[in-house]
Nanobody, 124 residues
Framework: QVQLVESGGGLVQAGGSLRLSCAAS????????MGWFRQAPGKERDFVAA????????LYADSVKGRFTISRDNAKNTVYLQMNSLKPEDTAVYYC?????????????????WGQGTQVTVSS
C-alpha cells in the first residue's frame, strides 16, 4: 500500500517555474516507478512524465520535453516535477502516481496508486 500526497501547485505567469513534490508513505517506495499525469477541465487525464524505480530512466510527453524534469529521492520517499517555461496550456490538476514496475511507463493502467492532485494555473 502506498499513499501519495502532492504539493507545490499554484498560480504562475507564463514563462515562470514551479516544482511539484509528491511524498509517498508506505513501504518499498524504491520498488515503484513513479509518474506524473495531468487533467485539464473537460479533458482526459494525460501522461506527463515518469521515472524508473532507481531514477536512471525517464520518459516525457512530447508537449513537456525540454521544459519539465522528473526526479526522485528514494531516501526521502519523494518524487519531483520541475516545470520551467510554463505555458497557459500547462494549466491542469497534476497527479502523482506509483506503478509496481521497475521501468518508467506512460501507461496509466499500470499505475495502481494515485494522489489527490494539485492545481497548477498558468496565466498569460
Amino acid at each position: 500500500q502506498v499513499q501519495l500526497v502532492e504539493s507545490g501547485g499554484g498560480l504562475v505567469q507564463a514563462g515562470g517555474s514551479l516544482r511539484l513534490s509528491c511524498a509517498a508513505s508506505g513501504r518499498s517506495f524504491s520498488a515503484y516507478a513513479m509518474g506524473w499525469f495531468r487533467q485539464a477541465p473537460g479533458k482526459e487525464r494525460d501522461f506527463v512524465a515518469a521515472v524508473s524505480w532507481g531514477g536512471g530512466n525517464t520518459l516525457y510527453a512530447d508537449s513537456v520535453k525540454g521544459r519539465f524534469t522528473i526526479s526522485r529521492d528514494n531516501a526521502k520517499n519523494t518524487v519531483y516535477l520541475q516545470m520551467n517555461s510554463l505555458k497557459p496550456e500547462d494549466t491542469a490538476v497534476y497527479y502523482c502516481a506509483a506503478a509496481r514496475v521497475r521501468i518508467a511507463t506512460m501507461s496509466p493502467g499500470q499505475y495502481g496508486y494515485w494522489g489527490q492532485g494539485t492545481q497548477v494555473t498558468v496565466s498569460s
